[in-house]
């Protein structure tokens, strides 16, 4: 096992390292392009090279919230540090939305006066960027599949190699016909392409963040399913969602048949939702129609989980808090 944990460390460090230099590679690419923009007088170099900024910035908060979500949980933080990830992932993409309305503004104003374009060093520019953008996913790549947080600093790059495909025409356009629209045309095109990106990536990092429940668990059939475990005879207050990318969490109120041992039917409803679900950690409050329901009547939906630890009602946990 010490051996395995070591390798565990090994591994996590030459992905945090791979992470650096694509930080370091990206944000020498964006003064080269945007010095280079400038002087070429290209609004699509520009607007490439505060792309690629924004991938050097969201890598850099993807580096530091991979550190914090590595640390354990704490009395302040009972389900550990790892929604950073998810935190991280959503300032990135309000960024990006931002950074494309600025461009699309700034296009707009350029096809109204269309500017002079050297086209050779928006193609040369580009070119190099296309060269990095693609390495920078290739480093990037292995880590995205495990978390939601690199995966948007990766779609980034996919996204800025086709956006310097996209200006290298436009450098060619310019040099063989002069038609200076085609460099705000393109700048306008990245922004939208950026935008309809963002729209789709932002959707699950949104449902984290508003407590929702992972898209492939229902939370009526989680409900159906605890009212099926023997022994229960109603079922209510039901919340699911999702703590992190890895880990859902629900909790519920089972009212038990008369003269059922509480402890054996909370049990059996922890297997079911472990094996049928996957859900490991869960917060199951037992009742009985007698006493009625543990929350004072007063209280609705909205509060009811602030209020679960009632003396006369026993609570009974699967699984930890994160680690």
């Known amino acids: ?68 979500a590595k640390r354990g949980a704490d009395a302040a933080m009972s389900f550990g540090w790892s929604r950073a990830e998810v935190i991280a992932a959503f300032v990135n993409y309000i960024a990006l939305i931002l950074i494309s309305v600025w461009l699309v503004v700034e296009a707009v104003g350029r096809m109204i006066h269309p500017p002079q374009v050297d086209g050779w060093i928006v193609v040369w520019l580009a070119t190099l960027a296309l060269i990095i953008d693609l390495a920078t996913a290739a480093l990037t790549y292995a880590l995205s599949k495990h978390s939601l947080n690199i995966r948007a600093a990766f779609l980034h790059n996919l996204a800025d190699a086709g956006a310097s495909v996209a200006v290298i025409v436009g450098g060619i356009v310019i040099l063989l016909y002069d038609w200076r629209l085609v460099d705000p045309i393109l700048t306008i095109g990245i922004s939208v392409f950026i935008l309809w990106h963002v729209a789709t990536d932002l959707k699950p990092v949104l449902r984290i963040l508003m407590l929702g429940a992972p898209p492939e668990k229902d939370c009526t059939e989680v409900q159906g399913a605890l009212g099926e475990v023997e022994g229960v005879s109603s079922v209510h207050h039901v919340h699911l969602w999702q703590i992190d990318e890895k880990r859902v969490s629900v909790e519920a109120h089972l009212v038990l048949d008369e003269g059922r041992d509480y402890a054996t039917v909370i049990a059996r409803a922890k297997d079911m939702l472990a094996h049928q679900f996957g859900i490991h950690h869960a917060t199951l409050e037992p009742e009985s129609a007698s006493l009625g329901c543990a929350d004072h009547a007063d209280h609705d939906d909205h509060e009811d989980h602030d209020h679960s630890d009632h003396g006369h009602a026993d609570h009974a946990h699967a699984g930890q808090p994160a680690h």
């Not at 992905?15 to 945007?34: E, I, K, M, Y």
Request: proline fraction near 1%.
């Open 1 to 68: 096992m010490p051996h395995d944990h070591h390798h565990h460390h090994n591994l996590d460090n030459a992905s945090d390292n791979r992470v650096l230099w694509a930080v370091v590679v990206n944000v020498v690419l964006t003064f080269a392009q945007v010095f280079g923009g400038a002087i070429a007088g290209s609004m699509a170099l520009i607007a490439d090279g505060v792309h690629n900024f924004s991938d050097a910035a969201a890598l850099v908060l993807a580096f530091g919230a991979r550190k914090l």
